[in-house]
C-alpha cells in the first residue's frame, strides 16, 4: 500500500464524514451551562471516602492518646506509642494522598501528549507509596493492647507468640516498604500479591510509562 | 437570551473540527457506547481548557493535545462500561457510517491495532499535519517523527500486503 494511497484513502473518508457528521449543538449548550459533568470523575467518591474515613480514625486516635495521657500509668504508654505512631503514619497518608489527588487534577490535557500521559501515570503509579507507607503502622496493631495484666500475669508461651507476631509484622512491614515498588512490577511475588484488577491497571501503568520513556529515546 | 461571544467562538470551532474529534475517537474506542461516552469527554474538555487556550498555538494543534490526551487516558481505564454518561443523545450525531469502503475498514483497523502512541502519530500524519506540529502535538523531536512514521507505515504496508497475498 503506497504512501499516496493511504492518504488519498483517509481524504474520501474525511469527505465522507464531512457530510454525515451533525453537531447537536443543544447538547453542547447544556455543557457550556455546567449542566454536565466530566464522565471520567478523576475524584472518586470512594477515594472522598477514605480520606473523610482516614480522618475519622486519627481523631478518633488522638482523643484516646489525650485520655490515656490523662490517666497515665506505665503500661499505658505501650498504647500511647503506638497509637501515636499510627496516627503520624495515617496523616503522613492521607496528606500524601490529596497531594496526589490536587495534582492530578492540576495536570492540564492542553500539554503535549508524551507530558501529559507520563505525569498522569506517574501519579496513577505514585498510589503504591500510600500502600507502602499505610503498611509500616501495621506492627503498632500488634503492641497497643500491652497491658498490665500480660506483664504481671503473661506466660512465656504468651509472650513467645506475641513478641513472633510482633516481630513477623514488623519484618513483613519493612520488606513490603523496601520492596513493594514499581519497578518490581515483573517479578512473581508481585504479580501474587496485587493480582487484583485494581493493581493490573497499576501494572498496566508501569508498562506504559515504559513504553512512553522508550519512545522518547528511539 | 443570546450566548456569550465566547459560547459561540467554540461552537464555531467544534463545528469546524468535529471530524477530527469523532475520528480520534473511533480510532480509540469502538464500541459505540464507549465512543459516545469519549466524545462527551473530549468536547467537555475542550471547553474546561476553552478559556486557556494560547493563540501562539493553531486551534488544531490545542484540539489535537486534548483530544489525543483525553482518548489515551479514557482508552487505558478499564470500568469504561461503567462510566454512567449523562447524556442520552449523541454530541456528534454520524447519518451514514464509511462502512462502503472495504480499504478503509481495513485501515482503520490496523490503525485500531497500533499501540496507542503510534496510532496517535499515524491519524496526525494521515491528517496531513507538518512533521513540526506532530513534533508539537506529541511532545517530540521532528527528526523522532520522521523515524517512526517510516517506522509504523512499514507495519501498515506488511499488513496490506499480508492480506492481498
Known amino acids: 500500500m503506497e504512501d499516496i494511497l493511504l492518504k488519498q484513502m483517509w481524504a474520501a473518508y474525511d469527505k465522507k464524514l464531512e457530510k454525515s457528521l451533525a453537531l447537536n449543538q443543544r447538547l453542547i449548550t447544556e455543557m457550556q451551562t455546567q449542566k454536565v459533568r466530566s464522565a471520567l470523575r478523576p475524584l472518586k467518591a470512594i477515594k472522598i471516602v477514605a480520606v473523610i474515613l482516614g480522618i475519622i480514625w486519627s481523631l478518633f486516635l488522638s482523643a484516646l492518646v ?14 500511647i506509642v503506638s497509637a501515636m505512631a499510627v496516627i503520624v503514619i495515617t496523616v503522613t497518608a492521607i496528606v500524601v494522598y490529596i497531594r496526589q489527588v ?31 507507607i499505610l503498611m509500616l503502622s501495621a506492627p503498632f496493631y500488634t503492641t497497643f493492647y500491652f497491658n498490665k495484666g500480660m506483664f504481671e500475669n503473661g506466660t512465656i508461651g504468651l509472650w513467645v507468640f506475641q513478641l513472633t507476631i510482633t516481630f513477623l509484622f514488623s519484618a513483613l512491614a519493612i520488606w513490603f516498604y523496601q520492596n513493594a515498588k514499581m519497578e518490581n512490577v515483573d517479578k512473581r511475588w508481585f504479580k501474587i500479591i496485587f493480582g487484583s484488577s485494581e493493581w493490573t491497571s497499576l501494572t498496566k501503568a508501569q508498562h506504559f510509562l515504559r513504553e512512553i520513556e522508550a519512545y522518547e529515546k528511539e | 437570551m ?22 480520534i475517537a473511533n480510532s480509540y474506542c469502538h464500541h459505540t457506547e464507549d465512543r459516545k461516552d469519549l466524545i462527551q469527554e473530549i468536547i467537555f474538555q475542550l ?56 480499504q478503509l475498514q481495513l485501515l482503520q483497523r490496523f490503525i485500531h491495532e497500533l499501540p496507542e502512541l503510534d496510532r496517535a502519530i499515524m491519524l496526525l500524519y494521515l491528517e496531513e499535519k507538518s512533521y513540526k506540529e506532530i513534533a508539537d502535538i506529541l511532545g517530540l523531536t521532528e527528526t523522532n517523527i520522521a523515524t517512526k512514521i517510516n517506522r509504523i507505515k512499514g507495519k501498515l504496508k506488511t499488513k496490506f500486503s499480508t492480506i492481498h497475498t
Open chain 1, 66 to 79: 489525650v485520655l490515656a495521657i490523662m490517666y497515665m500509668t506505665p503500661y499505658s504508654l505501650f498504647f
Open chain 2, 47 to 102: 471547553w474546561r481548557s476553552f478559556d486557556r487556550y494560547n493563540d501562539q498555538y493553531k486551534y488544531s494543534t490545542w484540539l489535537y493535545r486534548i483530544a489525543l490526551n483525553v482518548a489515551i487516558s479514557f482508552y487505558r481505564k478499564d470500568s469504561k462500561h461503567n462510566n454512567a454518561h449523562e447524556l442520552t443523545a449523541d454530541i456528534i450525531v454520524v447519518t451514514e457510517e464509511a462502512t462502503d469502503m472495504e
Open chain 1, 102 to 132: 490536587s495534582l492530578i487534577q492540576q495536570i492540564d490535557n492542553d500539554s503535549n501528549v508524551l507530558d501529559t500521559q507520563k505525569k498522569l501515570v506517574r501519579l496513577q503509579l505514585s498510589t503504591i507509596s500510600i500502600v507502602r
Open chain 2, 2 to 23: 443570546a450566548p456569550p461571544k465566547e459560547d459561540k467562538v467554540f461552537l464555531s470551532v467544534i463545528e469546524q473540527h468535529k471530524g477530527i474529534i469523532y475520528k
